[in-house]
């Protein structure tokens, strides 16, 4: 029962650099997301997707891509990373998004961006 | 613009006692708040979830309340142990909007002293 899945579970950057955020999930769910978490703030939505082949802008998108070509897997992209994007980072995925659909989430990645 | 406050940064409650965590909220009109619990390094875990037309909802230890004329949610944890230190964090989504739409608190840091 693996649930959420995340990859990396840490990651250094430069400025400029470019990486790729995992998150994998083996319970079917049709919605997934993907959030930052920064001190003294709440978790915010970065980007979501509604099933396989869609992806939809969340509260904080600038600076970032998602693709879901499988609906098992979930991408966060940063094409040149700032030191803004210093977080961090949780997918999480749900069966629907109706009311009471609670979120299931991955252990989090920690990205540092120098 | 719409606020949520969860009542402090940190909670420091006597083992055996009842903690209390205080959810805030302004300019909203929730149609549903979730309550989950975050371990350092960890990601959320969903606890309990209460509608608006609901007054009180219990799972074992725990109890939340929505007073949704006073704008605030209660969360209880009955007979603490020092196995309930955690992060509690509030979310909120407003009618009509499911998942995609919700907010999360700042959170509480709560902390059970043997």
């Known amino acids: 029962n693996a649930g959420v899945t995340q990859t990396p579970k840490f990651r250094v950057l430069k400025t400029g650099q470019s990486m790729t955020l995992l998150c994998a999930q083996d319970m079917n769910h049709e919605y997934m997301y993907w959030y930052r978490q920064d001190p003294g703030m709440g978790l915010r939505l970065i980007h979501y997707s509604v099933g396989e082949g869609t992806t939809a802008k969340g509260e904080v998108p600038d600076g970032y891509n998602v693709s879901r070509l499988k609906k098992q897997n979930f991408l966060l992209g940063l094409e040149s990373a700032a030191p803004s994007q210093t977080s961090v980072y949780f997918c999480a995925s749900s069966y629907g998004t109706g009311v009471g659909e609670k979120l299931f989430f991955g252990s989090g990645t920690q990205l540092s961006v120098l | 613009s719409q606020k949520i406050e969860q009542n402090s940064e940190a909670l420091n409650i006597q083992e055996g006692k009842t903690a209390t965590l205080t959810c805030n909220y302004t300019?909203?009109?929730?149609?549903?708040l979730q309550w989950y619990r975050q371990d350092p390094g960890r990601g959320p875990v969903f606890l309990l979830l209460?509608?608006?037309?609901?007054k009180e909802k219990r799972k074992e230890r725990l109890k939340v309340t929505f007073d949704t004329t006073l704008k605030q949610s209660l969360f209880h944890i009955t007979a603490s142990q020092p196995a309930d230190s955690a992060t509690y964090l509030c979310?909120?989504?407003?009618?009509?909007?499911?998942?995609?739409?919700?907010?999360f608190g700042t959170g509480t840091r709560l902390t059970i002293i043997p």
């Open positions: 979310a909120l989504s407003i009618s009509n909007f499911g998942n995609e739409k919700l907010t």
């Open positions: 300019n909203y009109s929730p149609a549903y």
């Open positions: 209460i509608r608006e037309n609901e």
